[in-house]
């Protein structure tokens, strides 16, 4: 693959990254750092990517861990007193005030597993592979997903 | 959930235009090798190969993989995909081809660099996941990622700094052909390209019965709990002589000695894992003062261990002669010398013997230090491998730094892992093929 077919791929993908970097990380300067580190190792570990078809997947992938560990990071500051940033305007990536604040309020793991399948259209055999969790466990997190958003839904109703 | 997609807003320039210089910055960091001529030199390699193989080859083997799950900050979980029964052999082999660089200490179980370094360790270890196909939890973990080492998915973690050491990694590799995840501790001083080149050296096969295997693997309900169940053993009588069976040897322990002074024994015989031994000990043969560090013990999955400080404490020197009698008609080749000196305390509230290097009275944890300091009958460095020819009988001396504030609570450990040639009737269930006999140090 070369440089302009990668950066093509890499732009193609594009909303995908802002979307589940955003959903899991809720601040739009992390989300980017995430994003810069995953198309880094993605560039580096090209090798590694048997075909081009699988390449959305797979930098999804890369992205979900950069993610993670942005995460604990984060966690270690805020463990030794320094304030985790509050959510700027800049930082909310949904249009729909009531959609974001109930996909907020998912946990981390099935908030992950609804963007990745109601969100971005990934079959639950792609999640199985990008999250590397068996399906039955893609499957319940998606189905209490579900659930919990009703529930939220039905309440402000 | 179908008006999902449409409640994010488009991505913004200043996103879009961060994914354009990431990409920019990737190129310029990781230049391609261009060149048309290797390109087509490449593919009529290929080309060649799909003439020369039958079609029937290149049917696709289902390979399983082994995924690790965060679990808290701290721990990891190893979870396999999935097993097949046939893939399941109740004995396995574990074969190591050492790499340059490295050499046998207790064959199967631990090999150090040729540096002779305290942290250039490489320790093995086998299991099996359990009927849920969970391999196990990792704990005190800073980082980790899923890699691949010859093709069989592995898992390297960087553990958080510890009272034993800091800065170690943990590597597990899963060998799907017979469902064992091989799981080895990596010192400080081996690098991760280092212990990865010697992992690619290992293999696991099918054994059977009757081969000589180091581990008689069978499934057990809990990962782990079996082996820590039945691995410590106090004989209500202190018996100085343990038998590891007709086709093993017999060891024995003899002759202590409780010392402050060392300048009478014989200076070549002492080791302290490269560093000179003025670290240690005086020029008038007395022994210098041990900081002893302060930990508090996190549960490595939420929380991780603690440095709290330190205290200086006086040492004294314990010797014991230990004695190995082979009980075969053949040779048994690179035995370890397997006597460790550990105290018997309460970690997290639960009595054992430990070895760690740290102490914190208020959480009822304690710890010692174990390695040897002194081995004679071998100038060079305590990594002493021997062999035992047939019914042949030898014995070392053997010495170790103790803190004297522990010494009442001391016991010299034999420990059975790694002996080689050691059988185990299908019968005995348990994980690991490790025994722990405690004599008490002052009677």
């Given at each position: 693959m070369n440089n302009s077919e990668f950066e093509r791929l890499v732009l193609k993908n594009e909303q995908t990254l802002y979307r589940v970097s955003m959903s899991i990380l809720k601040n739009e300067a992390d989300a980017q750092d995430a994003v810069h580190d995953a198309v880094l190792i993605a560039y580096t570990r090209l090798?590694?990517?048997?075909?081009?078809?699988y390449f959305s997947t797979w930098l999804t992938s890369i992205l979900i861990n950069c993610c993670k560990k942005q995460l604990r990071m984060k966690k270690r500051c805020a463990d030794i007193g320094e304030a985790l940033p509050d959510a700027a305007s800049r930082d909310n990536p949904y249009i729909s005030v009531e959609i974001g604040e109930a996909l907020n309020a998912l946990p981390e793991k099935i908030r992950t597993a609804v963007i990745l399948h109601y969100?971005?259209?990934?079959?639950v055999k792609d999640i199985k592979r990008i999250l590397k969790i068996p399906e039955g466990t893609v499957k319940s997190r998606l189905s209490r997903g579900r659930e919990l958003l009703k529930e939220q839904f039905d309440l402000k109703a | 959930m179908n008006n999902l997609k449409s409640a994010f807003k488009p991505v913004p320039e200043r996103f879009s235009y961060s994914v354009r210089e990431s990409i920019k910055e990737a190129e310029i960091k990781n230049p391609k090798k261009t060149g048309s001529k290797r390109g087509i030199k490449v593919l009529a390699v290929f080309s060649a190969l799909l003439i020369a193989?039958?079609?029937?080859?290149?049917a696709v083997t289902k390979i399983y993989s082994m995924i690790a799950e965060q679990v808290g900050s701290y721990g990891v979980e190893l979870n396999v995909e999935k097993t097949e029964a046939e893939n399941s052999p109740e004995y396995v082999k574990l074969k190591v081809d050492v790499p340059k660089g490295f050499k046998t200490y207790i064959e199967g179980i631990k090999y150090f660099k040729t540096t002779k370094s305290e942290n250039g360790y490489i320790s093995l270890w086998l299991l099996r996941p359990n009927k849920n196909n969970t391999g196990g939890l990792l704990t005190n973990i800073e980082d980790y990622k899923q890699t691949e080492i010859n093709g069989h998915s592995a898992v390297i973690a960087d553990e958080a700094e510890n009272p034993v050491e800091n800065g170690s990694k943990q590597i597990n590799v899963y060998f799907e052909n017979v469902n064992i995840i091989l799981g080895a501790y990596i010192g400080s001083d081996v690098t991760e390209k280092e212990a990865v080149n010697f992992l690619k050296n290992v293999q696991i096969v099918k054994g059977t019965k009757n081969d000589c295997t180091e581990y008689n693997i069978s499934e057990t309900e809990k990962v782990g709990e079996e082996y820590s169940a039945k691995s410590l053993y106090i004989p209500e009588k202190q018996n100085k002589e343990i038998d590891f069976g007709k086709d093993s040897y017999t060891v024995s322990l003899s002759n202590v000695k409780i010392s402050d002074n060392v300048k009478n024994l014989d200076k070549r015989s002492f080791y302290f894992w490269g560093q000179s031994s003025d670290e240690y000990i005086n020029s008038d043969g007395t022994l210098k003062p041990r900081e002893r560090e302060k930990w508090k013990w996190g549960d490595g999955v939420n929380t991780k261990d603690e440095k709290t400080g330190s205290v200086s404490v006086a040492q004294k020197f314990v010797l014991v002669d230990i004695t190995y009698k082979n009980n075969t008609d053949k040779t048994l080749y690179n035995?370890?010398?397997?006597v460790y000196l550990k105290a018997m305390q309460k970690k997290k509230g639960v009595l054992g013997m430990h070895s760690f290097y740290s102490y914190d009275p208020n959480a009822d944890d304690g710890c010692y230090q174990y390695k040897k300091g002194y081995v004679n009958r071998h100038k060079k460095d305590n990594l002493y491998i021997f062999n035992l020819k047939p019914r042949e009988t030898k014995t070392f001396t053997v010495g170790f730094r103790c803190d004297s504030d522990m010494i009442d609570n001391a016991y010299f450990n034999i420990d059975g892992t790694g002996i080689s040639d050691i059988k185990i009737p299908a019968e005995n269930k348990v994980l690991y093929s490790a025994v722990y006999f405690s004599v008490k140090v002052k009677e």
């Amino acid at each position: 693959m070369n440089n302009s077919e990668f950066e093509r791929l890499v732009l193609k993908n594009e909303q995908t990254l802002y979307r589940v970097s955003m959903s899991i990380l809720k601040n739009e300067a992390d989300a980017q750092d995430a994003v810069h580190d995953a198309v880094l190792i993605a560039y580096t570990r090209l090798g590694s990517l048997k075909k081009e078809e699988y390449f959305s997947t797979w930098l999804t992938s890369i992205l979900i861990n950069c993610c993670k560990k942005q995460l604990r990071m984060k966690k270690r500051c805020a463990d030794i007193g320094e304030a985790l940033p509050d959510a700027a305007s800049r930082d909310n990536p949904y249009i729909s005030v009531e959609i974001g604040e109930a996909l907020n309020a998912l946990p981390e793991k099935i908030r992950t597993a609804v963007i990745l399948h109601y969100v971005e259209g990934y079959p639950v055999k792609d999640i199985k592979r990008i999250l590397k969790i068996p399906e039955g466990t893609v499957k319940s997190r998606l189905s209490r997903g579900r659930e919990l958003l009703k529930e939220q839904f039905d309440l402000k109703a | 959930m179908n008006n999902l997609k449409s409640a994010f807003k488009p991505v913004p320039e200043r996103f879009s235009y961060s994914v354009r210089e990431s990409i920019k910055e990737a190129e310029i960091k990781n230049p391609k090798k261009t060149g048309s001529k290797r390109g087509i030199k490449v593919l009529a390699v290929f080309s060649a190969l799909l003439i020369a193989v039958p079609c029937g080859a290149f049917a696709v083997t289902k390979i399983y993989s082994m995924i690790a799950e965060q679990v808290g900050s701290y721990g990891v979980e190893l979870n396999v995909e999935k097993t097949e029964a046939e893939n399941s052999p109740e004995y396995v082999k574990l074969k190591v081809d050492v790499p340059k660089g490295f050499k046998t200490y207790i064959e199967g179980i631990k090999y150090f660099k040729t540096t002779k370094s305290e942290n250039g360790y490489i320790s093995l270890w086998l299991l099996r996941p359990n009927k849920n196909n969970t391999g196990g939890l990792l704990t005190n973990i800073e980082d980790y990622k899923q890699t691949e080492i010859n093709g069989h998915s592995a898992v390297i973690a960087d553990e958080a700094e510890n009272p034993v050491e800091n800065g170690s990694k943990q590597i597990n590799v899963y060998f799907e052909n017979v469902n064992i995840i091989l799981g080895a501790y990596i010192g400080s001083d081996v690098t991760e390209k280092e212990a990865v080149n010697f992992l690619k050296n290992v293999q696991i096969v099918k054994g059977t019965k009757n081969d000589c295997t180091e581990y008689n693997i069978s499934e057990t309900e809990k990962v782990g709990e079996e082996y820590s169940a039945k691995s410590l053993y106090i004989p209500e009588k202190q018996n100085k002589e343990i038998d590891f069976g007709k086709d093993s040897y017999t060891v024995s322990l003899s002759n202590v000695k409780i010392s402050d002074n060392v300048k009478n024994l014989d200076k070549r015989s002492f080791y302290f894992w490269g560093q000179s031994s003025d670290e240690y000990i005086n020029s008038d043969g007395t022994l210098k003062p041990r900081e002893r560090e302060k930990w508090k013990w996190g549960d490595g999955v939420n929380t991780k261990d603690e440095k709290t400080g330190s205290v200086s404490v006086a040492q004294k020197f314990v010797l014991v002669d230990i004695t190995y009698k082979n009980n075969t008609d053949k040779t048994l080749y690179n035995q370890g010398i397997n006597v460790y000196l550990k105290a018997m305390q309460k970690k997290k509230g639960v009595l054992g013997m430990h070895s760690f290097y740290s102490y914190d009275p208020n959480a009822d944890d304690g710890c010692y230090q174990y390695k040897k300091g002194y081995v004679n009958r071998h100038k060079k460095d305590n990594l002493y491998i021997f062999n035992l020819k047939p019914r042949e009988t030898k014995t070392f001396t053997v010495g170790f730094r103790c803190d004297s504030d522990m010494i009442d609570n001391a016991y010299f450990n034999i420990d059975g892992t790694g002996i080689s040639d050691i059988k185990i009737p299908a019968e005995n269930k348990v994980l690991y093929s490790a025994v722990y006999f405690s004599v008490k140090v002052k009677e």
